[in-house]
């Protein structure tokens, strides 16, 4: 099968979405299939900043195309990125036909490959995965119009848990029954616990919590600087915090405000190979998040034998369920997330068996193997259908560019 997969960010982009597709794509190269991947970038210093950004680099068995998001940087015209990601897709099916468009991310890349794959005559499925489901369409009508054109064109609609596809469909309407709830994945001989049982507590004196992934408000990040600091009052504690994000600035200095320069290592930039070793540095994970798809950094977490403190949250209540697998408080509640950690750190019987019962079900349901299967077999269903008729006939967004939209004003926040 030749597959078209369009993505809006990837390698060397920060984002569990570069490592979602990488595995995707490697599986689906591996099993066979010709896999064209096209995926813009940002190239200009606030995008690589927060993000990191330049052409993606090889994948072995995949062509891959990057695409300069210049629409975007230059003042958040998002519609010039769809037209050249549409363009792009249509060259390269006139030079090798594909069998099917596979778009990550609903907009832009919903949007571009809907166009092309409507005007081609070739079947598009589109993946809905954590913030273009959360807040694209809150922005403005143009941004939700555009959503609802994807949603209710695409021949398939895949999205990681059943909550989250609540949440979207509350609030764009599209039908419960449109949705193939696929989860994420994880590389389990890639993410493995250290050394002694998962969960163990006690092998670092003083414990070293845990945050690793975009560093932003939206995923907690604040959150845990402040958790931190009411534990450091009355116990030595030590937090490590790995990656980069659109919160960077507003998490370091928040840590000098308040004399945490001590206890805190921010470590910046990690590559995706080089994550293992940063998860055999902690002892407890924390991702305060108030929302997902699905979320990459809590499957490597559960893979890697460790406890875990997360959120109430759509996307993770799909996969942790309090005192089974995780402990679980209300997103944006200090307060609880504090007592949460101390909770663990007290009790090194809960840690390990909170760590333990995850590290199995992380085992037993989310390898890449099965997850990259459950895609493919959506692939041949929309194959089964038949081509859809060739034409552009309801790919068009009508609702008026919203000039005051808050991702044209800063759209690297999208």
Not at 49 to 66: A, E, F, K, T
Not at 313 to 340: H, I, R, Y
Not at 379 to 392: D, E, I, K, S, T
Request: net charge neutral.
């Amino acid at each position: 099968m030749r597959v078209a997969f369009v993505s809006r960010r990837f390698f060397p982009t920060i984002s569990g979405m570069s490592v979602y597709a990488a595995n995707l794509l490697r599986q689906l190269a591996r099993a066979g299939h010709d896999v064209t991947m096209v995926s813009q970038y940002r190239n200009d210093p606030l995008g690589v900043r927060v993000y990191g950004g330049g052409p993606p680099p090889p994948l072995p068995g995949v062509r891959m195309l990057g695409r300069e998001s210049h629409g975007e940087q230059e003042g958040g015209a998002f519609e010039r990125d769809v037209a050249d990601l549409a363009g792009v897709l249509r060259a390269e099916h006139r030079r090798a036909p594909f069998d099917v468009i596979h778009a990550q991310y609903a907009y832009p890349p919903g949007l571009a490959a809907l166009q092309a794959g409507r005007e081609l005559g070739v079947p598009v499925v589109v993946s809905v995965q954590g913030g273009d489901g959360h807040w694209v369409g809150n922005c403005c009508e143009h941004h939700k119009d555009a959503m609802r054109v994807v949603l209710g064109g695409a021949d398939a609609l895949l999205i990681g848990s059943r909550s989250f596809a609540g949440e979207v469909t509350a609030r764009l309407g599209t039908p419960l029954e449109r949705w193939t709830i696929v989860p994420g994945g994880v590389d389990t001989e890639k993410f493995t616990p250290g050394t002694g049982a998962p969960g163990t507590l006690g092998r670092r004196e003083p414990p070293v919590l845990l945050y690793h992934g975009r560093v932003d408000a939206r995923k907690g990040a604040l959150d845990v600087v402040e958790a931190v600091a009411k534990l450091a009052a009355e116990r030595p504690v030590r937090l490590l915090m790995s990656g980069i994000g659109p919160d960077s600035d507003a998490v370091t200095a928040r840590v000098c405000e308040l004399g945490l320069d001590h206890i805190v290592e921010l470590s910046g930039y990690v590559a995706y190979d080089d994550a293992p070793a940063v998860y055999r540095r902690g002892d407890v994970f924390v991702s305060p998040t108030y929302g997902e798809g699905f979320s990459n950094t809590i499957l490597e977490a559960m893979a890697s034998g460790l406890p875990i403190v997360s959120t109430r949250a759509v996307g993770v209540v799909d996969c942790l369920c309090d005192g089974q697998n995780g402990l679980l408080v209300e997103p944006g509640d200090v307060p609880a997330l504090t007592g949460a950690l101390r909770r663990l750190l007290d009790d090194p019987a809960l840690s390990a068996r909170l760590a333990g019962t995850a590290l199995r079900e992380v085992r037993a349901r989310y390898s890449w193997r099965a997850v990259a299967a459950q895609i493919v077999t959506v692939y041949h269903q929309v194959l089964a259908l038949g081509r859809p008729r060739a034409g552009a006939d309801g790919c068009v967004v009508r609702t008026p560019i919203d000039k005051g939209c808050r991702f044209r004003a800063a759209p690297h926040l999208l």
